[in-house]
């Protein structure tokens, strides 16, 4: 099994910054691509961006330029740096990982989400 813990959501005003990060742990063999999605009340869950095992990043149109993923891949580590944010940014944002346990078991596996409210 794998794991995957969020932390750094909350509450902030307008033009503000958070830096969400999400930890996988457990039988984890290895870790191809990892990502974030989010989804805001009412709506669909949406891409936000993704980074491979090798650093390749792609990101949602709606956030580009504001958001920076990466990962520690000694930490089994993704981050997301988001800047300038809007309260359309509200949302749930929960991070995946594309993993392989040692027991062979390939899926993506899913955090639990860590809420982001932006207020205007």
């Known amino acids: 099994q794998v794991q995957l813990v969020e932390s750094g959501g909350g509450l902030v005003q307008a033009g503000g910054s958070l830096r969400l990060s999400c930890a996988a742990s457990?039988?984890?063999?290895?870790?191809?691509?990892m990502g974030w999605y989010r989804q805001a009340p009412g709506k669909q869950r949406e891409l936000v961006a993704t980074?491979?095992?090798?650093?390749?990043?792609n990101y949602a149109d709606s956030v580009k330029g504001r958001f920076t993923i990466s990962r520690d891949n000694a930490k089994n580590t993704v981050y997301l740096q988001i800047n300038s944010l809007k309260p359309e940014d509200t949302a749930v944002y929960y991070c995946?990982?594309?993993?392989?346990?040692?027991?062979?078991?390939?899926?993506?596996?899913w955090g639990q989400g860590t809420q982001v409210t932006v207020s205007s």
């Open positions: 995946y990982g594309d993993a392989t346990t040692y027991e062979l078991d390939h899926r993506r596996w």
């Open positions: 980074v491979t095992s090798g650093g390749g990043t």
């Open positions: 457990g039988s984890i063999f290895r870790i191809n691509a």
